[in-house]
Nanobody
Framework: VQLQASGGGLVQAGGSLRLSCAAS????????MGWFRQATGKEREFVTA????????YYADPVKDRFTISRDNAKNAAYLQMNRLTPDDTAVYYC????????????????WGQGTQVTVSS
């Protein structure tokens, strides 16, 4: 699976952004999609993930109730709607994919996009 993340940019605190992840290369329906982020000087961390069917999602506590993950299997795409952004959300955001069940564990994701920068100004 090849992944291409897009949609990052500069936004003021309290604003919103929608990230997209376009997938190609194999059957998209069978894979779990996840979003991770890495702030400067910090380890990459799990943000959210969605099961292949879309009926199971999981969010890291810092983004719960602000971010929403979704997918459109017909378009081979996943999305991350980010609302009420804060400067702490500033990071490079990566989409990732794996076969099988949803997990928060970074090492279980087999395929990674190139990352898209999100910068939130105060």
């Amino acid at each position: 699976v090849q992944l291409q993340a897009s949609g990052g940019g500069l936004v003021q605190a309290g604003g919103s952004l929608r990230l997209s992840c376009a997938a190609s290369g194999r059957t998209f329906n069978s894979i779990t999609m996840g979003w991770f982020r890495q702030a400067t000087g910090k380890e990459r961390e799990f943000v959210t993930a969605i099961s292949w069917s879309g009926d199971i999602t999981y969010y890291a506590d810092p983004v719960k109730d602000r971010f929403t993950i979704s997918r459109d299997n017909a378009k081979n795409a996943a999305y991350l709607q980010m609302n009420r952004l804060t400067p702490d959300d500033t990071a490079v955001y990566y989409c990732a994919a794996k076969q099988g069940a949803l997990t928060t564990r970074e090492s279980r994701y087999e395929h990674w996009g190139q990352g898209t920068q999100v910068t939130v100004s105060s």
